[in-house]
């Protein structure tokens, strides 16, 4: 959407929905300044009543040959920013989404394995949740980092060690064939 007139004073003025309390802050290609700006009027409206609610804290998602984009968490972070407070994550590394599925169905967090590519969201949650993790190499950790955690005395490094590691998930389909 496109800020209402050419100034601050005309971007302050627009109408806001009245039934509107949240701001979710999820992944937008098209996130702008106009849609800061409506979120920001929405939280200091709806004060501490309006819920900030972010998806995720990735800063960077991997693409091939090295390379990445900017991840939700720089959004995350901009609306943070503006409104002076913490969003309430939902997804990794936060336990709210294993609650909801462990909630609807019958797991056994010794029974489940989280697999993902990055410590400080899929081998956390792993973790925090109870679960064995298992770290694919495939995207923006390397052993070196998981050796460095690993050494260290910090209980919130070790956190973010992972059981069992693989260069690749396709490193995994001769032992799903069993």
Not at 58 to 74: A, K, N, Q, S, Y
Request: overall charge negative; hydrophobic content about 40%; glycine content about 8%.
């Amino acid at each position: 959407a496109a800020l209402p007139g050419p100034s601050p004073a005309d971007w302050a003025q627009a109408p806001l929905d009245p039934s509107v309390r949240a701001v979710l802050v999820g992944f937008d290609e098209h996130f702008s300044y106009a849609k800061l700006c409506q979120a920001l009027r929405y939280l200091m409206r709806g004060g501490n009543d309006c819920l900030l609610v972010g998806t995720n804290r990735d800063h960077r998602l991997p693409l091939e040959g090295g390379t990445g984009i900017p991840g939700t968490g720089c959004l995350v972070k901009a609306v943070e920013t503006a409104a002076q407070r913490e969003a309430f994550i939902v997804g990794k590394p936060n336990r709210y989404m294993f609650d909801c599925v462990a909630s609807e169905f019958d797991i056994d967090p010794a029974r489940t394995i989280m697999v993902g590519d990055r410590l400080d969201t899929d081998i956390l949650m792993g973790n925090n949740c109870g679960l064995t993790t298992l770290l694919t190499l495939t995207g923006v950790t390397n052993l070196e980092e998981v050796k460095g955690h690993q050494e260290s005395d910090c209980p919130a490094r070790q956190s973010l060690v992972p059981h069992y590691y693989v260069d690749s998930i396709a490193d995994l389909l001769p032992a799903l064939e069993n």
